[in-house]
């Protein structure tokens, strides 16, 4: 006997045998128990989601002498004649070969004609969509008013190819993509009937692999199985061409450090082991989508498909980079996937992967916001890990950058008002007392906000009227302390009252000095910009 794929071997019979669309398969039972059957039916999702098989199942169910609960029996003689395509009654059409409108000219004579042995004729027509328009036409009339011993069902990856008035004479059903978990499990139990091992991790990446169709993990699970009954992630990943986890988790570390020659040298292994640029591309996008994943969805279950082993080296991996650059990637990464398939594979791949690799080479907009936060960072004499890209915001001219809040006159705690005379501060002029010991708040600071601790370096602090003055020429600071997101003035506020005992507002420091614009680095930057074409 020859062998027989294992997706078909296992494709199921009946509604219930259908894995992962109850929400569908439940109302398909309920009708034909009741009997209310319809005569036009949509089946639309992706491929391999169960859209034909349950099509062949309907076929049966309405046509089977003995159903039970909904089901097909899958005993009676029309069941057997349906399973075995001898039943004349049930007719198949693949519309992207019978497309013209004389195809279907031809399909309205013939279902004029009573069913030759079972109760309705079953028109299956597979990929609906790709119908020329006078076949749509041709098929309009017939689909709204059917003899009523025929049932049309179609099916269709791409429903939105459908004219809607196709669309409005069909009860439509939408499958949805399988749930790995499910596909997995499905998986084992297949295995376990062919008498082969496979291993956890190897069902869930197969299950990856697949994207939600069934037909296709049940594909690569035949194809690993030529490989020996015992079946574990390094066999899947050789079938599939796939590079693996341990070098998705190499390649993003080479990204993350600037390690341009690793990168070509990892591509130039895969490529030698003949592992698909295209494909390889796609995993790396599919794995800094699940950094992007680790750094944003907070809890214990989140929306990525791997091992328990996979998904802590995930967890300490992606606090390496930050949720901007993480994007700034994705992006670089998916315009290369749109230009892979007329290219040079490997060169493009190449690259990529230098661009990822060396910053300056980026001119997306979030690299570039990124390399101007360095800039200023450079430029104002900071470290440039005090500057996080998450954590940057437009910066304000020096006309509005000003930091005022409620209530200046009065602490927000009421208290004893700290003096000229008090031991953390010093007398100055206008009735201004300097925080002598403001290089202690700085300190707090560093562990509850390296980034303002950095900004504030070289600052100095004076309280006067219950406000606490901050005197620091770094224009970054007053672009921080005016954002949005309060956490930089509480976190100063939270430090001045560790150390001072008391909480106070801020404001600026506007004693006069012989300070101006010109001193400032970075509007001297802004001026020299100004004699270039930029």
């Known amino acids: ?164 008035t196709i669309l409005s004479r ?61 079946i574990d992630e390094s066999a899947v990943a050789s079938v599939c061409s796939m590079a693996g986890n341990d070098y998705l988790l190499d390649m993003a570390d080479y990204i993350n450090s600037g390690n341009a020659d690793g990168a070509l040298t990892l591509v130039d292994s895969l490529h030698n082991s003949s592992v698909d640029m295209t494909r390889f591309l796609g995993e790396l996008t599919s794995h800094f989508r699940n950094l992007m994943i680790m750094r944003t969805v907070s809890g214990k279950q989140k929306p990525i498909v791997c091992s328990k082993k996979h998904l802590a080296a995930l967890e300490e991996q992606a606090a390496k980079f930050q ?10 990464l998916q315009n290369s996937a749109a230009l892979m398939p007329e290219a040079n594979r490997r060169a493009l791949m190449e690259m990529t992967l230098l661009r990822l690799c060396t910053p300056k ?33 437009p910066a304000a001219t020096p006309e509005t950058a000003v930091y005022t809040e409620p209530n200046p006159e009065k602490p927000e705690q009421t208290g004893q008002v700290v003096t000229a005379e008090s031991d953390n501060s010093n007398p100055v002029d206008d009735g ?3 925080v002598t010991n403001w290089q202690d708040i700085i300190e707090v600071l560093k562990i509850k906000s390296p980034l303002i601790a950095g900004v504030l370096e070289g600052s100095a602090a004076y309280i006067k009227g219950g406000r606490l003055l901050i005197d620091t020429q770094n224009t970054q600071f007053k672009t921080l302390v005016n954002g949005a997101n309060p956490m930089y003035r509480e976190a100063i506020k939270n430090a001045a009252f560790e150390v001072l005992g008391k909480r106070y507002n801020l404001g600026p420091y506007n004693k006069k000095s012989d300070r101006s614009a010109a001193s400032d680095p970075l509007s001297a930057f802004a001026e020299k910009l100004k004699s270039f074409e930029v």
């Open 361 to 393: 080479l980026r001119n997306d907009p979030a690299s570039l916001e990124m390399r101007i936060a360095a800039l200023e960072a450079d430029i104002a004499g900071l470290p440039r890990a005090a500057l996080k890209p998450e954590q940057q915001k």
């Open 1 to 164: 006997m020859a062998y027989q794929a294992l997706y078909r071997k296992y494709r199921p019979k009946t509604f219930s045998d259908v894995c992962g669309q109850e929400h569908i398969t439940k109302i398909l039972e309920s009708e034909i128990e009741s009997g209310k059957i319809g005569h036009a039916y949509l089946f639309t999702g992706t491929r391999g989601t169960g859209k034909t098989t349950c099509a062949k199942i309907l076929s049966r169910a309405v046509n089977c002498e003995n159903p039970a609960g909904g089901n097909p029996c899958g005993e009676c003689a029309m069941c057997r004649m349906i399973l075995s395509d001898e039943a004349t009654d049930v007719v198949e059409i693949d519309a992207a070969s019978n497309n013209g409108v004389d195809n279907i000219r031809e399909l309205r004579e013939q279902v004029v004609f009573s069913p030759a042995v079972a109760k309705y004729r079953v028109y299956i027509i597979d990929e609906v969509h790709m119908l020329s328009s006078g076949a749509f036409n041709a098929l309009l009339k017939t689909l709204e008013e059917p003899p009523e011993h025929v049932v049309f069902i179609l099916a269709t990856t791409e429903v939105h190819k459908l004219p809607a």
């Open 432 to 434: 201004e007392a300097k």
């Open 170 to 230: 069909c009860q439509r059903f939408d499958f949805r993509r399988i749930d790995s978990e499910v596909i997995a499990n499905r998986l084992k139990h297949v295995a376990k009937q062919e008498n082969l091992t496979l291993t956890d991790d190897a069902a869930t990446l197969i299950a990856a692999a697949a994207d939600g169709g069934m037909r296709d993990a049940l594909s690569i699970l035949d194809l690993c199985a030529g490989t020996g009954d015992k």
């Open 323 to 332: 949720l901007p650059e993480l994007i700034a990637i994705l992006n670089i």
